[in-house]
């Protein structure tokens, strides 16, 4: 087993975490609105407490727009067009050195109560000439969910999740930091130069 693989595991499981409960807020927000019950599902604590003053809440920093691109429809899926996809999505929206490089592997397709979830990695390393093979590699783990539920024009949802990571991203939500790929190449170079063969 790849070391890279022990990590998909734990990264599906977030992902489908994250669906699950987004799938059962969903029924809580319909179940409220047929109550007649006004909620708003997620909101923090503070957020509240302003709300309820009436007040609102400026940050002292200006809002920047996070980059996304136009992600596929459901009636238009298809595995190729996903990487090709997530190909754009990373190209496009993601600011990081040339010396990078990444392939985009297909891992299959989980079939869930209301839609498919289709798997991806994208592994990252950093060739260099004394050593084109590198020691380490860092994974991002990309989900597809094509709802079967849902009308073929809405738009797949897609999630990704960095190896080691525990946080579930969405495109167009978070910004790209380098620094995760390089955190996560760095601790496994660290842990190789500690194990003795």
């Known amino acids: 087993m790849d070391a890279d693989d022990a990590y998909l595991g734990q990264a599906n499981y977030l992902v489908d975490q994250a669906i699950d409960f987004a799938v059962q807020q969903l029924a809580e927000v319909t179940d409220n ?10 909101l923090s604590r503070e957020a509240s407490a302003i709300k309820k ?55 299959g397709e989980d079939a869930a109560e209301f839609d498919n979830r289709h798997r991806f990695r994208v ?42 990571n525990r946080l579930v991203h969405r495109p167009g939500e978070t910004r790209f930091r380098e620094k995760w790929l390089k955190d996560i190449v760095e601790s496994k170079a660290e842990l190789l130069r500690e194990i003795e063969f």
Do not use: N
């Open 53 to 107: 003053r009436g007040g609102t809440y400026l940050s002292q920093y200006p809002e920047q727009p996070v980059p996304d691109i136009d992600w596929l429809r459901i009636g238009e899926f298809s595995v190729d067009r996903a990487e090709a996809k997530i190909e754009q999505f990373i190209r496009e929206t993601w600011e990081f050195d040339a010396s990078w490089l990444f392939c985009i592997d297909y891992l």
């Open 123 to 164: 592994r990252w390393s950093v060739p260099t000439r004394r050593k084109p093979v590198p020691r380490a590699t860092a994974c991002v783990y990309f989900t597809f969910s094509v709802s079967r539920i849902k009308p073929a024009d809405h738009l797949v949802d897609v999630f990704y999740v960095f190896e080691t």
């Open 33 to 42: 609105a047929v109550e007649g019950v006004a909620t708003v599902p997620g």
